[in-house]
């Protein structure tokens, strides 16, 4: 199994609203990370994963929670988002973080969240 | 801090012309570079990559070789088809503090028939 599972595919949510993206991988990495992505924009990191623990946080509001419960899952709760959090959210997961530079990381196909 | 830039966009070929997209970059160190497509709709595949020096990834009739003396990791493709329409983003990661993937902006590839 060489994938990383996303799930909704689709999101339509109001602003007072509270749901959550999910992200599975079962290739053993052990490195998790969310992205966001703009239309027509690279993927801007937003959460780094490292065996569990939250290794970086790119100062993303705090209307953004991420939650690792397990080394396949990636959780991302999301709470009072605003219109222009609407984006494509891609998840993505890498053999070890400290060995990211010589493999990459394999993504998901994203969640494509929109705030109504 | 690290850094990539890509030859600004869109890019619009007939089916079967040759395809160059540039990339260049700035590290500190030596990071491995990577090339990924994200096909509409979709999300980010690893397309192909190189961890050195004059090291060539090839994957789907893509290359790139990574060339230190011009800091740059140009990709390439003979013979284009309409299935390769997509974006290609350039992207370098580095050990230590720079593990994160840095990201070119972008490069939408349309194949025309």
């Known amino acids: 199994d060489t994938e990383v599972t996303q799930t909704p595919k689709h999101l339509v949510m109001g602003m007072t609203n509270k749901k959550s993206l999910k992200c599975e991988q079962h290739?053993?990495?052990?490195?998790m990370y969310w992205y966001k992505q703009k239309a027509k924009k690279p993927p801007e990191l937003m959460f780094v994963y490292s065996y569990e623990k939250l290794s970086i946080n790119e100062s993303v509001p705090s209307r953004f929670s991420p939650e690792c419960p397990n080394s396949s899952l990636l959780n991302l709760h999301l709470h009072a988002l605003q219109p222009e959090d609407s984006a494509l959210y891609l998840c993505?997961?890498?053999?070890?973080?400290?060995?990211?530079f010589g493999y990459g990381y394999t993504f998901g196909s994203g969640t494509r969240l929109t705030v109504v | 801090g690290n850094s990539v830039t890509q030859m600004e966009g869109p890019v619009t070929l007939s089916e079967e012309a040759f395809l160059t997209i540039n990339c260049t970059y700035t590290a500190t160190g030596y990071p491995s570079l990577f090339w990924y497509v994200q096909y509409p709709g979709e999300g980010l595949q690893l397309l192909l990559k190189?961890?050195?020096?004059?090291d060539k990834g090839s994957n789907k009739g893509f290359e790139a070789t990574y060339r230190k003396e011009t800091t740059s990791f140009h990709l390439e493709k003979g013979s284009v088809q309409v299935s390769d329409s997509a974006v290609y983003f350039c992207?370098?990661?580095?050990?230590?503090?720079?593990?994160?993937?840095?990201f070119g902006s972008g490069t939408q590839l349309t194949v025309l028939p």
């Open positions: 190189a961890t050195k020096a004059d």
């Open positions: 290739m053993g990495h052990r490195a």
């Open positions: 992207a370098l990661s580095e050990g230590g503090s720079a593990r994160q993937l840095t």
């Open positions: 993505a997961s890498s053999q070890d973080y400290a060995r990211t």
